[in-house]
């Protein structure tokens, strides 16, 4: 766990999902790989090839831009492939019950925190997916609002998904009040802290469990 900063005033949690609320190296992987073979299989070429065009592109991207990362919907976007496309697919492929089981720890630390403040999900997902993993790990109730890619029909680090996350937090809570916690740095942190918010890095639901000792 990397601690960034913690608003004085805190007031509610922003949480990343995938591979920040589980940890699961084969459910991680098949999220990515089921687009990409679905991409491979419209274009008429392998997945192998497929594979390949993605890893070159977020090389590339990554000496362009100082190391940074770039979602899938984005490097697909590169592709030609629409966000609203990448959203459709997501939507009939991702099945994370097949993978992903209840996760008691997570749910008393996030009952504990729900008791003091306000919790909210920002996804590259779209909002059934995502639900669908919340709920398969058994944290659904205390996220009544989620953010995913079809919400603002841009994938994070676009500022417009976190900006939603603060309105939806609703009165009295502002980008200073919130703390963002997820796995990636590019994708998850590094835009909240331009706004004001606080940021935890972290690099599995394992982390996820401590936060307690630093917010409490």
Same mark, same amino acid.
């Given at each position: 766990? !990397?601690? =960034?900063? *913690?608003?004085? #005033?805190? !007031?509610?949690?922003?949480?990343d999902?995938? @591979?920040?609320?589980?940890?699961?190296?084969a =459910? &991680?992987?098949?999220?990515?790989?089921? %687009?990409?073979?679905?991409?491979?299989?419209?274009?008429?070429?392998?997945?192998?090839?497929?594979?390949?065009?993605?890893?070159? =592109?977020?090389?590339?991207? &990554?000496?362009?831009?100082?190391g @940074?990362?770039?979602?899938?919907?984005?490097?697909l976007?590169?592709?030609?492939?629409?966000?609203?496309? @990448?959203? %459709?697919?997501?939507?009939?492929?991702?099945?994370?019950?097949?993978?992903?089981?209840? #996760?008691?720890?997570?749910?008393?630390?996030?009952k504990?925190? %729900?008791? !003091?403040y306000?919790?909210?999900?920002?996804?590259?997902?779209?909002?059934?997916? &995502?639900?669908k993993t919340?709920?398969? *790990?058994?944290? @659904?109730?205390?996220?009544?609002?989620?953010?995913?890619? #079809?919400?603002?029909?841009?994938?994070?680090?676009?500022?417009?998904?976190?900006?939603?996350?603060?309105?939806?937090?609703?009165?009295?809570?502002?980008? /200073?009040?919130?703390?963002?916690?997820?796995?990636?740095y590019?994708?998850?942190?590094?835009?909240?802290? /331009?706004?004001?918010?606080?940021? *935890?890095?972290?690099?599995?639901?394992?982390?996820?469990?401590?936060?307690?000792?630093?917010?409490?």
């Open positions: 766990m !990397k601690i =960034y900063k *913690i608003p004085s #005033d805190l !007031k509610a949690f922003i949480f999902i995938d @591979s920040t609320l589980y940890t699961n190296s =459910y &991680a992987f098949e999220q990515v790989d089921c %687009q990409v073979r679905q991409f491979a299989k419209e274009r008429g070429i392998t997945a192998d090839e497929a594979r390949r065009m993605v890893a070159d =592109y977020r090389k590339k991207f &990554a000496a362009e831009h100082n @940074s990362k770039v979602s899938l919907g984005n490097t976007l590169a592709f030609g492939v629409p966000i609203e496309q @990448s959203v %459709q697919w997501r939507r009939e492929l991702l099945e994370p019950s097949d993978f992903l089981g209840r #996760d008691e720890k997570l749910i008393e630390t996030l504990i925190l %729900q008791s !003091k306000k919790l909210i999900c920002v996804t590259n997902n779209p909002v059934l997916p &995502a639900r919340l709920e398969a *790990i058994g944290v @659904s109730e205390f996220f009544p609002e989620i953010v995913g890619l #079809d919400t603002c029909f841009k994938s994070k680090p676009a500022v417009e998904p976190f900006q939603t996350a603060v309105e939806r937090l609703g009165d009295g809570i502002r980008a /200073e009040n919130c703390l963002a916690v997820g796995d990636r590019d994708m998850d942190i590094a835009l909240p802290l /331009e706004m004001g918010m606080g940021g *935890i890095l972290i690099s599995g639901v394992e982390e996820v469990y401590q936060i307690l000792k630093s917010v409490l």
